[in-house]
């Protein structure tokens, strides 16, 4: 039965011997057949873990009002606050659901205006926005500014893996990441009381847009991936990061690597009267990164499928369709 492995990756992080080709065995495994694992020994310190949850926490407890301060101007602007109204994750799939039970928060690597210079390509705006802060809490800013350089470090160690995985050059993704476009989302799942609306969800079945993203989650149920036609569980691991791949990676790949539908539900018994926290970090190509078929995952019998697509169309694109599916 396919299932959710994890992946020590310490030892290829440590640069001990052979011990990067093991990790990329096992992705390669993951990512053909779940698209989903879990990393441990990522070095990702638990304190700094925590502490993003809990300065997220006092924000999204702040009153609506205040929030609404720090909420995007337009649908172009995605940045900053979108709260419980705002999003549906299974219209991105054509699916008329009610709004996902959830409030985000959100952020980019671009309030460095050399970045934004380096990043900005032809209708890249809304991709290289700056972000939108809020005034309280004062420590919300430089902790989560602390995780994204933490997480973004962590996504180019685990480039070399993913190319070893492919058969490809360990440099081979460096210069197509060189401008990444990255996102980190504070998610904040408010406790639910009563009976939620017909097919509502905490975030509703989806796929990501991207090539990767990285989950740290509270140790409280929800998150599950469609397996075979069945809805399982996403294991916990204590100190662990989930790692899903998106559907850029997998057009990338030829559909030999898969992006995989996910949803949060709401939890039963106690759980769901309780509030749950979850920070993904969306790694993602540069704006102007041309996706073609990496030409290891060709074969006689698997012809290239795809024509190439720039990223940051392919990502907005999908980003726009999520906004406009209100309910």
Same mark, same amino acid.
């Given at each position: 039965?396919?299932?959710v492995?994890?992946?020590?990756?310490?030892?290829?992080?440590?640069?001990?011997?052979?011990?990067?080709?093991?990790?990329?065995?096992?992705?390669?495994?993951?990512c053909?057949t779940?698209?989903?694992?879990v990393?441990?020994?990522h070095?990702v310190?638990?304190?700094?873990?925590?502490?993003v949850?809990a300065?997220?926490?006092?924000?999204?407890?702040?009153p609506?009002?205040?929030k609404?301060?720090v909420?995007?101007?337009g649908?172009e602007?995605?940045?900053?606050?979108?709260?419980?109204?705002t999003?549906?994750?299974a219209a991105t799939?054509?699916?008329e659901?009610? !709004?996902d039970?959830?409030?985000?928060f959100n952020?980019n690597?671009?309030?460095d205006?050399?970045?934004?210079?380096?990043a900005?390509v032809?209708?890249?705006?809304a991709?290289?926005?700056?972000?939108?802060w809020?005034?309280?809490p004062a420590?919300?800013?430089?902790?989560l500014?602390?995780?994204?350089?933490?997480?973004?470090q962590?996504? =180019?160690?685990l480039?070399?893996i993913?190319?070893?995985?492919?058969?490809l !050059?360990?440099?081979w993704?460096d210069?197509?990441m060189?401008?990444h476009?990255?996102l980190l989302?504070?998610?904040?799942?408010?406790?639910?009381?009563?009976?939620?609306?017909?097919a509502?969800?905490r975030?509703?079945?989806h796929t990501d847009y991207?090539a990767?993203?990285?989950?740290?989650?509270?140790?409280?149920?929800g998150l599950?991936?469609?397996l075979?036609?069945?809805?399982?569980d996403?294991p916990?691991?204590?100190?662990?990061?989930v790692?899903?791949?998106?559907?850029?990676?997998a057009r990338?790949?030829n559909?030999?690597?898969?992006?995989?539908?996910?949803?949060?539900?709401i939890?039963g018994? !106690?759980?769901?009267e309780r509030?749950?926290m979850?920070v993904p970090?969306?790694f993602q190509?540069?704006?102007?990164?041309?996706i073609?078929?990496i030409?290891t995952? =060709?074969?006689?019998?698997?012809?290239?499928?795809?024509?190439?697509?720039?990223?940051?169309?392919?990502i907005?694109?999908?980003s726009?369709?999520?906004?406009?599916?209100?309910?």
């Amino acid at each position: 039965m396919i299932s959710v492995p994890t992946v020590d990756i310490g030892p290829a992080l440590a640069g001990e011997p052979g011990a990067v080709a093991e990790a990329a065995r096992a992705l390669d495994e993951a990512c053909t057949t779940s698209g989903f694992f879990v990393i441990t020994g990522h070095g990702v310190p638990p304190e700094l873990v925590e502490d993003v949850m809990a300065q997220g926490r006092r924000f999204f407890r702040l009153p609506f009002e205040d929030k609404q301060r720090v909420a995007p101007p337009g649908p172009e602007h995605y940045r900053g606050y979108l709260g419980m109204d705002t999003t549906s994750l299974a219209a991105t799939l054509g699916d008329e659901v009610p !709004p996902d039970l959830c409030e985000s928060f959100n952020i980019n690597r671009f309030d460095d205006p050399a970045a934004r210079e380096r990043a900005y390509v032809e209708g890249a705006d809304a991709a290289v926005h700056p972000n939108l802060w809020p005034e309280e809490p004062a420590e919300l800013r430089p902790v989560l500014e602390r995780y994204y350089a933490v997480m973004e470090q962590l996504c =180019v160690d685990l480039l070399p893996i993913f190319a070893g995985a492919l058969g490809l !050059p360990s440099t081979w993704f460096d210069d197509k990441m060189a401008e990444h476009t990255a996102l980190l989302l504070l998610n904040w799942y408010p406790p639910v009381s009563g009976t939620a609306r017909p097919a509502q969800l905490r975030r509703g079945a989806h796929t990501d847009y991207g090539a990767f993203t990285i989950v740290a989650a509270e140790q409280i149920p929800g998150l599950q991936i469609l397996l075979d036609e069945t809805w399982v569980d996403v294991p916990a691991v204590p100190g662990g990061l989930v790692v899903n791949l998106g559907d850029l990676m997998a057009r990338w790949t030829n559909d030999r690597w898969v992006s995989t539908l996910h949803r949060v539900v709401i939890p039963g018994g !106690p759980d769901q009267e309780r509030d749950r926290m979850s920070v993904p970090y969306f790694f993602q190509p540069s704006y102007g990164a041309l996706i073609e078929t990496i030409p290891t995952t =060709v074969t006689e019998d698997r012809p290239s499928r795809y024509e190439p697509v720039m990223s940051g169309k392919w990502i907005t694109a999908k980003s726009m369709s999520m906004l406009e599916g209100q309910a």
